[in-house]
């Protein structure tokens, strides 16, 4: 599926993913509402694997959703790309399975720490997919592609400003905490200590 994208539509009173799937279907001449309905309705009808959307953007389209100084804006004017292919991240649709593939991504990565060890065998890790976890405001995972006659030019990720890093540095202080993200799918993850 693939949606031009012209322009920036911003609601306060929505989610981060919302927001971002209105801005960039609304900018595709769809009004916000029609618009996000229509892309939730696309990625209802996907494969668990593939819970994100592409969406085909030119350089104005990418400042004008995601900020001149944004890194995908930055890529397409250093590479001289006349277009991008973006993703976004989305909520995982099996939060079971989901919670499953952290753990043990985790496990990989925190196996050798003795207060993680003790939270797996008394149940007390706590995995939470971002709409699990509004007060630290994560934004969407943008995956992107920059293309130049048809041939890519460079490709990176990045995640637009906003989330709130002082509420997760606080909670630092007395949980063991990390945040990350399997494919575009994001997790938080907390322990005690």
Same mark, same amino acid.
């Given at each position: +599926?693939?949606?031009?994208?012209?322009?920036?539509?911003?609601?306060?009173?929505? =989610? =981060?993913?919302?927001?971002?799937?209105?801005?960039?279907?609304?900018?595709?001449? #769809?009004?916000?509402?029609?618009? =996000?309905? @229509?892309? @939730?309705?696309? #990625? /209802? %009808? +996907?494969?668990?694997?593939?819970?994100?959307?592409?969406?085909?953007?030119?350089?104005?389209?990418?400042?004008?959703?995601?900020?001149?100084? $944004?890194?995908?804006?930055?890529? +397409?004017? $250093? /590479?001289?790309?006349? $277009?991008?292919?973006?993703?976004? $991240?989305?909520?995982?649709?099996?939060?079971?399975?989901?919670?499953?593939?952290?753990?043990?991504?985790? +496990?990989?990565?925190? %196996?050798? @720490?003795?207060?993680?060890?003790?939270?797996?065998?008394? %149940?007390?890790?706590?995995?939470?997919? =971002?709409?699990?976890?509004?007060?630290?405001?994560?934004?969407?995972?943008?995956?992107?592609?920059?293309?130049?006659?048809?041939?890519?030019?460079?490709?990176?990720?990045?995640?637009?400003?906003?989330?709130? @890093?002082?509420?997760?540095?606080?909670?630092?202080?007395?949980?063991?905490?990390?945040?990350?993200?399997?494919? #575009?799918?994001?997790?938080?993850?907390?322990?005690?200590?």
């Amino acid at each position: +599926m693939v949606h031009p994208v012209q322009g920036v539509v911003v609601a306060p009173d929505i =989610t =981060t993913d919302q927001r971002l799937q209105a801005s960039i279907a609304a900018s595709s001449g #769809l009004a916000p509402n029609t618009a =996000t309905a @229509d892309l @939730d309705r696309a #990625l /209802s %009808g +996907m494969a668990p694997e593939a819970e994100a959307v592409e969406y085909r953007l030119g350089l104005d389209a990418v400042e004008r959703s995601f900020g001149a100084d $944004s890194p995908l804006a930055r890529k +397409m004017r $250093s /590479s001289r790309a006349v $277009s991008a292919a973006i993703r976004a $991240s989305t909520i995982p649709s099996d939060k079971e399975s989901f919670r499953q593939d952290v753990r043990r991504h985790l +496990m990989r990565a925190f %196996g050798h @720490d003795e207060a993680f060890r003790r939270a797996l065998q008394q %149940g007390t890790l706590v995995i939470q997919t =971002t709409d699990e976890t509004p007060e630290l405001n994560f934004q969407p995972l943008i995956d992107y592609s920059v293309y130049r006659d048809g041939v890519e030019k460079g490709a990176g990720q990045f995640s637009p400003a906003g989330f709130n @890093d002082r509420l997760y540095q606080q909670l630092g202080q007395t949980r063991n905490q990390t945040r990350g993200h399997l494919g #575009l799918r994001q997790f938080y993850a907390w322990w005690p200590q």
